[in-house]
């Protein structure tokens, strides 16, 4: 019976004539394939199977950005994790320009980290540091896509002893063994 009534609210949404937009939303018809008109909030006209909608809410949204190791100037292993923070400004420069904005903003924000953790000594690096140089890094990228109030922060933060794994030139040859040795600090 549940998938009767989605079928049936998904056929109505076909036929529907109008279109809402909240306050907090922006919203692009495209008509034909062809014109792309922006919609301001309130309630427009859309014709059924000529127009497309597309909305999306302008508030601040968060993205996590995983764990990553990167290497600090002095050769120090940083672990370090993150959110990415950032509000829609303009939704046609958004849709012009990212496919999976998402995707995109957070590997965009993780290289940023590991490029500014990269130029800083291990000793003069903090979570506060690492997140205010990399919000630079990325914040004038990201108005090139329609966003706007972009934040990095940094959640995780930890400098860590790290072992290399090193194989023996005899391995399966002469029964050669591996063995772990320390990685320089």
């Not at 923070?85 to 903003?105: F, K, M, N, R, W």
């Not at 329609?146 to 933060?157: E, K, M, P, S």
């Amino acid at each position: 019976m549940e998938t009767f009534t989605a079928l049936l609210k998904q056929i109505g949404q076909i036929f529907t004539w109008w279109v809402m937009v909240a306050p907090w939303e922006q919203a692009l018809r495209v008509r034909a394939g062809r014109h792309v008109r922006r919609l301001q909030p309130g309630v427009h006209l859309r014709i059924p199977f000529l127009d497309t909608v597309h909305v999306q809410s302008v508030r601040m949204r968060l993205a996590t950005m995983s764990m990553q190791t990167v290497m600090t100037r002095d050769r120090q292993a940083l672990t370090v994790a993150g959110a990415l923070g950032y509000a829609v400004g303009d939704i046609e420069q958004l849709y012009q320009t990212l496919h999976h904005a998402e995707d995109t903003l957070t590997n965009l924000s993780m290289t940023a980290v590991a490029e500014c953790a990269a130029i800083a000594d291990a000793a003069d690096l903090t979570p506060e540091k690492l997140a205010h140089f990399a919000t630079q890094a990325v914040a004038g990228k990201f108005t090139t896509f329609g966003l706007v109030d972009v934040a990095i922060r940094i959640t995780d933060f930890a400098f860590l002893r790290t072992y290399r794994l090193v194989s023996d030139t005899r391995w399966g040859t002469h029964g050669g063994s591996l063995n772990v040795e320390q990685a320089p600090t």
